[in-house]
């Protein structure tokens, strides 16, 4: 079954840096977009990147230029560098399965099928 496995939050500072990992089984990697999104207690969850081999990578406007998708098909893993975090970050992360082969203009209107646990980033000030 598909499986994703999220890693890498942490409490940090306000201009602090951390990398998030997704490690994923149970459907072919390196074919799907892979999309982060977040979530925040009393918050709509946001799309926060996608990546896909057809047609390159989308960031949120709240976080271009700060985070920076990637992925490692070798390794079923997608990454998220986060950088220049701020207390507005603060959200539980999660990695999720496009339901297509690309991100498209909509990718972060909840166009995911599958998704794991998450895990907790928090910007203190």
């Known amino acids: 079954q598909v499986q994703f496995v999220e890693s890498g939050g942490a409490l940090v500072q306000r201009g602090g840096s951390l990398r998030l990992s997704c490690a994923a089984s149970?459907?072919?990697?390196?074919?799907?977009?892979i999309i982060w999104f977040r979530q925040a207690p009393g918050k709509e969850r946001e799309g926060v990147s996608c990546?896909?081999?057809?047609?390159?990578?989308y960031y949120a406007d709240s976080v271009k230029g700060r985070f920076t998708i990637s992925r490692d098909n070798y390794q079923n893993t997608a990454y998220l560098q986060m950088n220049s975090l701020e207390p507005e970050d603060t959200a539980r992360y999660y990695c999720?399965?496009?339901?297509?082969?690309?991100?498209?203009?909509?990718?972060?209107?909840?166009?995911?099928?599958?998704w794991g646990q998450g895990t907790q980033v928090t910007v203190s000030s």
């Open positions: 999720a399965k496009h339901r297509l082969y690309r991100c498209g203009s909509s990718w972060s209107s909840g166009s995911y099928d599958y």
């Open positions: 149970g459907f072919t990697f390196e074919t799907y977009g």
């Open positions: 990546i896909s081999i057809i047609d390159g990578t």
